[in-house]
């Protein structure tokens, strides 16, 4: 054994070891009453000097007026800052998303996962560098009343990642429910640059949800959704409105979607700003729902950022797509329309041979690739600022394939429905396992394929996909699509935006993506997924093993 592996089989025996004590000084707490008192007894006193950010996340049932009327019964986060300055937990008041977590590149950050649902539940973090049981792999998933601590530096370029549940099957009606958050990290590049802030530095989460009569939000039953619970106020929560019969199994089978559009967890969402420059952070948080995104007026999109940070430059686009999870930051200076003038942020007509299935899927009153406004806003005073973002924006290189083990010999991962379970390679998840094609040497890069052919679609029909890695940001090096699918395809592809970090990428009906993938720092087991979590929860996730 090396000295190496020794150090860090130590470092984490130590903190599972951490982990479990913590856990059980929680539990005698909560005995007694005392939520809380766990993360300030023992060792933990002397753990906490090294440490910038300390945050506690609690996972609660809640109800917020979501609509006028009736409150909606959520799931959310609420945070409690422990330590750390102000600016690093920030609530968005009256709703049910999470906080935003604000942190720079090389803090140390301690978050303490409490959970408070009467069902199993981890985070993920989404788009982080970070070892594997920090992750929020299914497999770390807590009991009700436990608790995780993570405790990890932060190794990521700014940029706007995010969080949100990972346990195993019950993705999708966590995240429905309102379990998501921002998690926005910057540095120093990002600092000189001159970008808007404070205030016009607005975060966009951009989600879709159905309502029923009483305001009570509609997803899965909970024999669907595959999660048995005895718990009353849950139960109540999932009964009310549940989808019919058979329109219910292609929900599960192909994805949720709501008829409503919600921008930061309001429907109908309109604000006033300053004609000035903005940063606009676009988070696609929806469940199953892809967004073709664009201006009213067809003014054209200035693109800042993508998954993983700062572009090297700024891109213009005509529209962009946002599938699920992916992110994209604009730089927009209102100043260019006049005072009162009222913009809309619209989703444009898309085919990708889904509307056919709608009728299928219960017939949702707002099928895949319909257009519909996204968000209103109102331009109100404010003096014109600079009219360009700066044109350098960050070293950002071109991608070198050419470092990969396997340059000419792409892994291929065939996405695949048989016997109505999605899978990779005819796989569906195996919480510990990943078979030889998924293992790779840490220190190494490999190209992968992700295909997404007709053949292996269910019934001869395909669909997107919108394919995430976990523990790394990579970058796209190729796109092919079958002759078959242009037609489809030209109604989406000059919206991809491809020249940035990555961590999710949209993978079209009978197209192939390449991707260039680092193994870096951290050995172990981490998940790689559709993000469309319906698909995640029935199958379309596996793992791959980085060893040493
Ligand atoms: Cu944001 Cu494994 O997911
Ligand atoms: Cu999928």
């Given at each position: 054994m090396s000295?190496?592996?020794?150090?860090?089989?130590?470092?984490?025996?130590?903190?599972?070891?951490?982990?479990?004590?913590?856990?059980?000084v929680a539990a005698a707490a909560a005995a007694l009453g005392l939520p809380g008192l766990g993360a300030r007894a023992g060792g933990e006193e002397r753990a906490a000097a090294g440490i910038d950010v300390h945050i506690e996340l609690h996972a609660v049932q809640d109800r917020v007026a979501i609509r006028p009327g009736e409150p909606t019964r959520v799931w959310r986060y609420q945070g409690k800052l422990l330590r750390g300055d102000a600016s690093a937990l920030d609530a968005w008041a009256g709703n049910y998303l999470g906080p935003i977590i604000r942190v720079r590149r090389g803090q140390r950050v301690r978050i303490d996962l409490i959970n408070e649902l009467p069902e199993p539940t981890i985070i993920h973090w989404h788009g982080q560098h970070l070892p594997d049981d920090m992750d929020g792999h299914p497999r770390f998933a807590i009991a009700p009343g436990e608790r995780y601590v993570y405790d990890f530096t932060v190794m990521n370029r700014a940029g706007s990642y995010w969080f949100h549940p990972h346990p195993h099957g019950r993705t999708g009606k966590q995240v429905y429910f309102g379990l998501a958050g921002l998690f926005l990290v910057s540095d120093d590049e990002e600092a000189a640059l001159d970008l808007p802030t404070g205030p016009h530095d607005l975060p966009l989460v951009i989600q879709d949800r159905s309502f029923d009569d009483d305001n009570q939000f509609v997803y899965l039953s909970e024999s669907a959704a595959g999660a048995a619970s005895q718990n009353p106020e849950q139960r109540g929560m999932m009964d009310h409105g549940m989808m019919g019969g058979m329109g219910q199994m292609m929900a599960r089978m192909m994805g949720v979607l709501g008829d409503q559009i919600l921008v930061n967890g309001r429907p109908g969402a309109s604000l006033e700003v300053e004609r000035r420059p903005h940063?606009?952070?676009?988070?696609?948080?929806s469940n199953a729902r892809m967004y073709k995104l664009a201006w009213h007026d067809q003014s054209p999109l200035t693109v800042i950022a993508t998954d993983g940070g700062l572009l090297a430059a700024p891109l213009q686009r005509d529209y962009i797509m946002l599938s699920p999870a992916e992110r994209i930051d604009l730089w927009v200076d209102f100043g260019r329309w006049t005072a009162g003038t009222e913009l809309t942020l619209q989703s444009l007509a898309f085919d990708d041979g889904m509307a056919m299935m709608g009728g299928m899927m219960g017939g949702t009153a707002l099928p895949d690739g319909a257009p519909f406004p996204v968000l209103k806003l109102r331009l109100g005073g404010g003096t014109r600022g600079r009219a360009a973002p700066p044109q350098r924006l960050s070293r950002l290189q071109r991608p070198q394939a050419r470092v990969a083990v396997n340059f000419n010999r792409p892994k291929v991962f065939k996405l695949t429905m048989g016997m109505m379970v999605w899978g990779i390679n005819g796989q569906s998840f195996d919480m510990l396992g990943a078979s030889p094609l998924e293992t790779v040497k840490l220190g190494t890069h490999e190209v992968w394929e992700f295909r997404n052919d007709a053949a292996t679609g269910m019934m001869g029909m395909t669909m997107p996909h919108s394919m995430h890695v976990h523990g790394l940001q990579f970058r796209v090096i190729g796109r092919f699509v079958a002759g078959g699918f242009s037609r489809q395809y030209g109604t989406v592809k000059a919206g991809f935006v491809d020249e940035g970090w990555k961590d999710t990428v949209l993978v079209m009906p009978g197209e192939h993506v390449r991707i260039l993938l680092g193994f870096a720092d951290y050995?172990?087991?981490?998940p790689y997924h559709c993000h469309m979590l319906e698909?995640?929860?029935?199958?379309?996730?596996?793992?791959?093993?980085?060893?040493?």
């Open positions: 000295d190496l592996k020794a150090k860090s089989d130590v470092f984490r025996f130590n903190r599972q070891r951490r982990r479990v004590l913590i856990r059980s940063r606009l952070r676009l988070l696609n948080a050995p172990g087991l981490f698909h995640e929860d029935s199958g379309l996730m596996r793992n791959y093993l980085v060893k040493e």
